[in-house]
């Protein structure tokens, strides 16, 4: 069986670290970003990352460059889709954006491709109704960052035909991921658990229980986590997580509200690592504690 052809719609964050993970492991992966200044500078930071992860990896300049070239930036999401196997969506966390570029990518797309949203919480039984073919609709939720989590949360919406899940399990084996299966629920495993444990660190912080980097120092030598929830939740996205919690209190209750201190971050732009500060100030050598008050 050939290499599967991926497409990855949206070259935020986590969508550069799929199309990463994508061409280092072997795959032709077209890419798309609608807006063309972003698209430019996110092809010149995958670059980057991929000759930082060839240096460290020991790879030549020779063969970091034809993984990159693997890499094509696509004008649009017809040309980015018109060859793949495998599509996933990786763009900002709402419904109505989320519905529309899939359906668009749906009608450009093989027939035969497998349709994804690397969506961390919503429902993809709703965005497989809205994408009009739920059958090879499905999740494929990656970690921040995806080359370096192992785990692939496969999201399985209610008319995911058993073939998709399949094939699923089939392209995380080929980029070197440990898949899980779950049934599409709110939060899914992975977001409902990770976003309890970090709303919890949260209102400690919040209440003056404990300093942030002394909570998430409590996690990883008391717990083994090798990464406290709160440098998770600023890897994630401050408001990102602030998303996430607002969708988890509606549809599962109040111990998901978001608390204080995370609307007051979020407005205040401290939106996490991707800007440079959240719960910490994020430096060459590392994070940083920030005050937050």
Not at 51 to 70: H, L, N, Q
Not at 84 to 91: G, L, Q, S, T
Not at 250 to 265: C, D, K, S, V, Y
Request: aromatic share 4%; charged share 25%.
């Amino acid at each position: 069986m050939d290499p599967p052809v991926v497409c990855v719609l949206g070259l935020g964050t986590m969508g550069q670290g799929i199309a990463l993970v994508s061409a280092l492991s072997g795959l032709e992966t077209h890419v798309f970003e609608v807006n063309p200044a972003l698209a430019k500078s996110a092809h010149s930071a995958i670059l980057s990352k991929l000759f930082r992860i060839g240096e460290r990896e020991k790879r030549t300049a020779e063969e970091t460059k034809a993984i990159g070239e693997r890499i094509i930036v696509e004008p649009n999401v017809e040309a980015a889709c018109a060859r793949a196997d495998v599509v996933i969506e990786a763009i900002v966390e709402s419904f109505a954006p989320k519905a529309a570029l899939l359906a668009q990518a749906t009608r450009a797309a093989p027939a035969s491709a497998l349709l994804a949203s690397n969506t961390s919480g919503l429902s993809i039984s709703e965005l497989g109704r809205r994408v009009g073919e739920p059958e090879r609709f499905l999740g494929l939720h990656f970690f921040n960052p995806p080359t370096a989590m192992e785990l692939l949360e496969i999201v399985v919406g209610e008319k995911t035909a058993q073939e998709s899940v399949e094939r699923a399990l089939r392209f995380a084996r080929v980029i070197g991921k440990t898949p899980i299966v779950v049934r599409d629920s709110p939060g899914f495993a992975t977001s409902r658990l990770g976003a309890l444990l970090g709303v919890e660190a949260m209102r400690m912080v919040e209440e003056r229980i404990a300093s942030a980097a002394d909570i998430d120092r409590a996690m990883e030598l008391g717990y083994r986590h090798p990464m406290g929830p709160l440098k998770v939740s600023d890897l994630v996205g401050l408001d990102v997580r602030l998303a996430i919690l607002e969708h988890l209190t509606r549809e599962l209750g109040a111990r998901f509200e978001p608390p204080a201190i995370l609307r007051t971050l979020v407005a205040r732009g401290r939106l996490g690592k991707k800007v440079g500060v959240g719960f910490y100030r994020w430096t060459d050598g590392g994070p940083v504690p920030e005050p937050w008050d």
